[in-house]
Each structure stands twice: as structure tokens, then as C-alpha cells.
């Protein structure tokens, strides 16, 4: 397989037993976190490994969280969500260590750090593993955030959940490009996504 090949088959999942990347490959995996684009150098990633006897720990603060920010929560909900947090064999919190006061636009260092997703997602891939990036609406909690290690102004951008895919992967269904692509010749362009014609 090419690494066109290896990029363009892989796919989201969480259908995810163990085993979780090593500790050595997970440094290789953050080593690649590392080469995303990253305007002023500012390196605003962070990454929280929770794994083993940490999962429940992890799950009971989501829970917690959601409790926190809809306190008519479903039980389901909840079950659900402590379930898939306290099962999946690794997590990787995704942190945001923002400099608000820096001449770099906030937006921009956010998009570095999910560059640095991306890349964490690609590089798992081409090592065996699967992968999904999960988010909801506790990355939006602050108390969840520095119980996590991310106290104000700094975030959380979502969670990785991470193992070996339980079968196959199937192959991606993506759009074609061109749907998504124009040339500019000097006016507005147009784009067969939005309906209009190129």
C-alpha cells in the first residue's frame, strides 16, 4: 500500500477492542501530532493518555459534566456516554493551550491543534490501529476542562477514542472532490456542492 493508499482508506471508528497503541508507539504518534502547521510556533497541543484504571475515572467526570450542563440529562444518555469512555481501550483528551493575548488570531492556534488531530488520526492508522474523534457538548464546560487540566482560556477540542478496529474497516464513502473544488480566473467562484454550477 502507497501512502495515497493508507491515506485515502482510512476511516473513522469506534468499533474498538484492545489492544492500544504502546507507549512507544504512542510517542511516535504524538512525534507526527507534531508536524502540523503551526503559525508563531506557539505549539498550543496538549495531550492526556487515559487509559487502564483511569477510564471509569474519566467516564464518571463526563458524566458528571453533562449532569452539570443539563441536569434533565436521559439516563441512556449517560449510560451511554460512561460506557463508551469507560470500555474503549485508550483516550487521548485533546487540550488547547490558547494565548488570547498573542498576535496570532485564537482561530489559528485552535486549527493548529486540530492539524494536529488529523495527523494523530493518520498516523494511527498507518500503524494498524482505529480511531474516532468525538467531541459533544462537555468540551464547552470549563469546570470539565480544568479537572482536566485546561483552566481558562485554555479548552478542550474533543476526545480520541483509540484501540484495534474490531473487523475490517470498511471502505470510505467520501464525496468527490471536484464537488468541493473551483479555479479562480480573477471572479467569486461557484462550487457543485452548493448547487451551482462551476
Known sequence: MTPMDMLLSRASTDHLKAPAPSEA???EVLAAAMRAPDH???RPWRYVIVKDDARPLLAKRIVASMVRLDPEAPEFKKEKRFNRFSTIPMTLVLGMHLRPEHKIPLWEQEMTVA???MNILNALHTLG???IWVSGD???DPVLAEELGFPAPHKLAGFLFIG???APLPAPKRPDPVQF???WQGEPVSFAA???TP
Open 181 to 183: 473544488t473551483a479555479t
Open 138 to 140: 462537555v468540551v464547552n
Open 129 to 131: 490501529f482505529g480511531a
Open 164 to 166: 484495534t478496529p474490531d
Open 40 to 42: 508563531g510556533k506557539l
Open 25 to 27: 508507539q504512542m510517542a
Open 115 to 117: 492539524a494536529g488531530a
Open 194 to 196: 452548493d448547487g451551482k
